[in-house]
């Protein structure tokens, strides 16, 4: 039951992506949305709303940039752009390997 969910979650087919670090995360700057990246970045990829200008946004190392809203939610999912899927590092050391596979059926592990 427990693989169906994660299916559910991941789409069937996909690669598990680890969440990005938090390091990683609160590395991201916060910039203000001025008159450039209006015309450049009309609208976030993930919510599809346009960027208003004086607004705070979140800039990835790949420069695209999203609402903060938008963005955290999606890197605590996964470690990649939503548009062009450049990937944060992830917290992988410390993660036991059934919580990788989104099950805990196993209970054995090799620590």
């Known amino acids: 039951l427990d693989q169906l969910a994660q299916i559910e979650i ?3 087919g996909r690669v598990e992506q680890p969440p990005a670090s938090k390091a990683a995360i609160e590395s991201m700057p916060t910039i203000e949305i001025v008159e450039a990246h209006v015309d ?3 609208h976030c990829a993930v919510c599809k709303e346009a960027f208003e200008l004086g ?3 979140r800039e990835m190392p790949c420069k695209h940039i999203y609402h903060p809203d938008c963005i955290l939610p999606w890197l605590s999912l996964r470690n990649s ?3 062009c899927r450049h990937e944060l590092p992830s917290d992988t050391r ?3 390997p059934e919580a990788n596979r989104g099950h805990h059926l196993v209970d054995n592990e090799d620590e």
């Open 55 to 57: 607004a705070e946004a």
């Open 10 to 12: 991941n789409g069937i």
């Open 81 to 83: 752009c939503p548009v």
């Open 94 to 96: 410390g993660v036991s």
């Open 40 to 42: 450049s970045e009309s």
